[in-house]
């Protein structure tokens, strides 16, 4: 069975609850909140927030706020005729509580729009890296390499010498608890180089990579178990290695 690209749904709550998300991305993400509680609430906490946003502006002041400033009027003595100098009044517990209030609220609009800038950049990227994915797919001269090299593992590259890149896809992979799966692209001295850490979900299917190889004597990959973030060089024996073909 075919899988298609996706992105990680994990990102995109904020960028839904501002309806930045296509619509079939929309789409895609509610079937993922329908399996994950923790984006449920992520999602409900962004929405809420931004409904507040929306009506700050537009809200009634308390009617307690209307009478302390009547109050503090009737007490307050008027002032002389053309004074050569305004005094300057002293701010009032009241104003000084609202300015506490709306210093509260736009730390909150900028840690919101922090978050909501960040995923925006993170959709855009995946976005990019989907699309130049499409291209080496699609590539009529690139060579295809299936193989199984563990027990209920499959793996397919897909090296395209005209753009210079390659995919990296797999499913049946164990996710790893504070270790990660780390692809390598070795040369023909047997010397190798990092292509990223890989993404496993659930399910253990691999969220294709996209790498480029630095130069012609590359001629595979390799895939090794590292500590959790990879390492610069692999310190493990590799769990499974292919040469390109052709």
Known sequence: MRRTLGQDPHILSGAYALGALSPS??????????????????????????????????GTPPAELRERVLEEVAR?????????RLPVPRPGRWTRGLGLVLAACLAVMVALGAVVIDQVRQVRDLRENERQIAAVLSDP????????????????VVHSESSGRLVFSAHGLERLEDEDYQLWLTRDDGSVY?????????????????????????????????PEGGSEQPTSDPLMAMPFEG
Do not use: I, N, W, Y
């Open 76 to 84: 307050t003595r008027q002032l002389a005729p053309a004074p050569e």
């Open 141 to 156: 001269d690139a060579d295809h390499t299936t193989a199984q090299p563990m027990e209920g593992v499959s793996v397919t």
């Open 194 to 226: 990092s292509a990223g850490v890989l993404s496993v979900d659930e399910s253990g299917f691999v969220l294709p990579v996209l790498a480029a190889p630095q130069d012609e004597a590359t001629g595979g990959v390799a895939v090794t178990v590292e």
């Open 25 to 58: 991305e929309s789409v895609r993400f509610e079937d993922h909140l329908a399996e994950c509680d923790s984006c449920v609430q992520e999602t409900r906490g962004f929405t809420e927030t931004v409904a507040l946003l929306g009506t700050a502006a537009a």
